[in-house]
């Protein structure tokens, strides 16, 4: 079982930056996929930026130049920096990780608020 656990959201202002962490329980950068989804209220959960194993990268089109998805592997530790937030923007933030070959084996975090005011 993998332990995905994430913090940095809150309340920010529209234009204003956050950085969101996701810690995982092992080291499993090496074998999974990782993701950060959103959902805002009244929404279907998307995908707003993946990092494979390899290290290649994909966005939302929605946050496309403003949000950097990275990883640390020596912390075992996955961030989402969002820079020029809007309201709507506003949402639960999940981090996911999803094995890279076994289909079907897939985490998911608790979710962070984070909120862009007006």
């Known amino acids: 079982q993998v332990q995905l656990v994430e913090s940095g959201g809150g309340l920010v202002q529209p234009g204003g930056s956050l950085r969101l962490s996701c810690v995982a329980s092992a080291s499993i950068f090496s074998v999974y996929d990782m993701g950060w989804y959103r959902q805002g209220p009244g929404k279907q959960r998307e995908l707003v930026a993946s990092?494979?194993?390899?290290?290649?990268?994909n966005y939302a089109d929605s946050v496309k130049g403003r949000f950097t998805i990275s990883r640390d592997n020596a912390k075992n530790t996955m961030y989402l920096q969002m820079n020029s937030l809007k309201p709507e923007d506003t949402a639960v933030y999940y981090c996911?990780?999803?094995?890279?070959?076994?289909?079907?084996?897939?985490?998911w975090g608790q979710g962070t608020q984070v909120t862009v005011s007006s």
């Open positions: 990092i494979t194993t390899g290290g290649s990268t």
């Open positions: 996911n990780a999803a094995h890279h070959w076994i289909p079907g084996r897939n985490y």
